[in-house]
């Protein structure tokens, strides 16, 4: 299978260097976008399954770029960026990156990373079709997006993972960590940012006010309760 892939990177030698190496490991078809207005277009003209994403790109960063493209796209987003500070890095998971990586990489991390989060999307594909209903919303597996009457709300792939989860184990406490390793498939080795980012994320589309949850609930140096009927 040819995965459709679109790299968005500003630097000339950096991008033949992704495409020597993308092209040689012979599963991907890349198209390459040097600014903002390069990606919009490629994303408007085909569909992609995974989006390589650089930070600092002229005029609109690649931040920015991602803050548009979730308001409509589902395609996992991975950063790649030579920034490597705190603040960056959550900032960009939680503004839809479904992983990080940070330059300089070794190019097996990156196909690694990749491979992990395209079996991720493969995965959701695979289940039943149903359509899954819970307090005021509708959520469609099918087309990963939640439905609120008429109003569509779309769905990173990495919330869309989460909220099924919660879905599947309503009700029950759910550790940290097992909801790391359950999105991720690896251990966090105590580095949990990434898990209470994409929740954040996921309380502003469903909570109807976040600061105080009644889906999400925290449950304080454990983990969460997902509790699908408890809206006020």
Known sequence: MQYKVLLVEDDLENCDILLHYLNKIGEYTTTVAHNAKEAYAAVAEKEFDLILMDIMLPGEDGID??????????????????????????????????????????YPVLQAHMEAVLRRVKGSTTRKMEDIPFGKYVLSVREHVLMRGQETIYLSPTEFELLMYFLNHKGQTLAFEEIYQYIWKKPSYGDLRTVFSHVRNLRKKIEENPSEPKYIVTVPRVGYIFSPGNES
């Open 65 to 106: 770029i991602c803050i548009q493209l979730r308001k409509t796209l589902y395609c996992p987003i991975i950063f790649i960026s030579c920034l490597d500070d705190e603040e960056t890095i959550v900032r960009a998971m939680r503004m839809g990156g479904d992983d990080y990586l940070t330059k300089p990489f070794r």
